[in-house]
Each structure stands twice: as C-alpha cells, then as structure tokens.
C-alpha cells in the first residue's frame, strides 16, 4: 500500500512539474524605443539599419555638392538597388526606405521611389481602360527625370577566435549622376561590434 502511495505521489509531482516546465509561449510585452541599442544576437539589427541611414542622409546632406540648392528645385533622388554582400538574410528594401525616409526629412532633396513606380504604371493602365472619365484620368509622359539613383553595398567580416566574435559590417553609397554617370558623392559607414559566447539557459 505505501509503495502505491508513493508511486503516485511520486507521478503526481512529475505530472506537476511537467505542467510548470511546459510549453512556454510569450504572452506579455512592453514598448520600448526603437532607438534603444538593445544586442540580443550576433545579427544585423535594427540600431545597425538606423546607423547607417543616419549617417548616409547627414553625409550627402552636407556635402559640397548640395551645399546650396534651390528650394524651388531640389535634386531629385531614387535609392536605387542596396546590394547584400555578407552572409546574412538581410532585408535590404527596409535599408532603402530608411535611407529615403531619413533623406526626405533632411528638407533638402525630392524623392522618387521605385517600387511605386510600377504601381503608378499599373495605375496609367487601368485610368486609360475606359473605367475613369477620360477627362479625368491620368497618362503616362508628365513623370519627373530623376536626377541621381544612390546605390549601395553591405559587406561584412567576422572573426572568430575562442569564445570572442568580432562582427564587422561596412555600408558603402555612392550617388550616381543619371545625365553624365559621375559619382557626385560616396561615403561609407562601418560598424563594428565585439561578442562574447556564453551557456544559454532557461
């Protein structure tokens, strides 16, 4: 009888700690700001996006080039194809709008965004089909000439020796001239970020 009595406490309490140690699911959040540096993983994250957005607006904003322009005509801009380079999945579209957003808010540039591009095309098709009043409807060929496509390359290098990692990533843009092909300007930014491996637990 007390061998049961024990056999059963004892699947009671495995049952009970089965129950606590369970499947686990996040259930409750906070909002944090998202300009906080918070480094969870070895990964490209989002404070790296804003870094290098930061410093490509304030770069080509201040440069001699665009010192001086004309309120009335800003130079129009297109953030063209950001190339990925390292080894990561990174979304490289979420890079280009930060860039426009970021080159936008600087007040001193006019921005086309490729992606809409198409949309608008799309929008040409369906305003000339006959379903919009003719006198109304919208036609390709009063488009702004975009003056400068800004293209770019992420690149990355890791070491790693021991228990220590190094991740080192170097954004590179260059602002092409759509008339002549000239680089009108080019910067880069770099990040460098120092880990240390360490037992993950619960």
Not at 24 to 38: H, L, Q, S
Not at 168 to 183: D, E, P, Q, S
């Amino acid at each position: 009888m007390n061998a049961r009595l024990i056999v059963s406490a004892s699947l009671a309490a495995a049952l009970t700690g089965c129950y606590v140690d369970g499947p686990r699911a996040y259930t409750r959040g906070t909002y944090e700001d998202p300009n906080t540096i918070e480094m969870l993983s070895d990964q490209f994250n989002e404070n790296d996006l804003q870094l290098i957005a930061k410093k490509m607006a304030e770069s080509l904003a201040s440069s001699p080039r665009f010192a001086q322009v004309d309120p009335n005509r800003l130079p129009i801009v297109l953030v063209g194809k950001l190339k990925n380079s390292t080894s990561e999945h990174i979304d490289m579209r979420s890079l280009g709008d930060k860039i426009q957003t970021a080159l936008a808010q600087t007040g001193r540039f006019a921005l086309v965004d490729q992606q809409a591009r198409w949309d608008i095309a799309e929008e040409y098709e369906y305003q000339q089909s006959g379903y919009v009043n003719p006198n109304e409807a919208k036609a390709p060929g009063q488009q702004v000439s975009v003056d400068f496509i800004m293209t770019g390359d992420l690149a990355s290098i890791i070491q790693e020796v021991g228990r220590d990692k190094l991740v080192y990533y170097k954004m590179t843009a260059k602002l092409n001239n759509v008339r002549t092909g000239l680089i009108e300007w080019t910067d880069e930014k770099q990040i460098r970020k120092k880990f240390e491996k360490r037992s993950v637990g619960w």
